[in-house]
């Protein structure tokens, strides 16, 4: 049986990805508030927050190294390679990014897929997935966002992993060219409120 408990916050190890080409789009706003609410609930959680645009982070190449006793992780060791442990070792991974065609952005996915050489069996039995996003459409169906929340689901589950929190915004193409959530303030509010929720909790181990 799994008991829920509230972690200690000095243990509590958040690693987070911003996934737009936008370093002050609406994606970066929502990110920053919601770790607001995280800081002003857990100051003294470790918060690592990675700008994808500016790393150096190929292709995954398929070659198996890293899952062939070769390796424990992968053997490219471009800007990934040193990213990798924060990644395992984190309570909380928060991936933050715009949709682009119906599906996270490039940046986002390209970092996901080479996050298959990180080495399982260092990876935090508990961890959480957390998803934030920012979209051009009139609605969840029109942006493709169950298209993107139906790989991050997969992602988690393959890592053993709780999707434990998502967050959504949406406007008309033309807003969204102009960064809107940095005026939005009820979007701001309401991600900052949800980053104030976040709790650990025990969970299944990652096999």
Same mark, same amino acid.
């Given at each position: ?74 053997? =490219? #060791? ?9 990644? /395992?070792?984190? $309570?909380?991974? *928060?991936?933050?990014?715009? !949709? ?62 709780? =999707? #434990? ?9 033309? /807003?969204?060219? $102009?960064?809107? *959530?940095?005026?939005?303030? !009820? ?21």
């Amino acid at each position: 049986m799994c008991m829920n408990v509230h972690a200690n916050i000095k243990n509590m190890k958040i690693f987070a990805i911003q996934g737009s080409p936008n370093k002050k789009g609406s994606t970066a706003h929502l990110l920053e508030n919601y770790l607001k609410g995280v800081r002003e609930i857990h100051p003294e959680a470790e918060i690592q927050e990675v700008f994808l645009q500016n790393r150096n982070i190929g292709y995954c190449r398929g070659c198996q190294a890293c899952k062939s006793g070769k390796s424990k992780r992968c053997v =490219f #060791k471009d800007d990934i390679y040193d990213l990798y442990q924060d990644f /395992e070792e984190a $309570d909380v991974f *928060v991936i933050a990014s715009p !949709i682009y065609w119906y599906d996270v952005s490039g940046q986002t996915k390209v970092f996901i897929d080479r996050l298959y050489g990180s080495d399982f069996n260092n990876m935090h039995p508990n961890k959480q997935i957390v998803l934030l996003t920012s979209y051009a459409g009139k609605t969840i169906e029109e942006a493709g966002i169950n298209s993107a929340i139906s790989i991050i689901e997969r992602f988690a589950d393959f890592f053993g992993a709780q =999707f #434990k929190q998502k967050y959504m915004v949406g406007t008309s193409s033309k /807003e969204y060219y $102009d960064s809107p *959530v940095k005026n939005n303030k !009820i979007a701001l509010k309401e991600v900052y409120e949800l980053g104030k929720q976040l709790r650990l909790e025990e969970t299944k181990s990652f096999h």
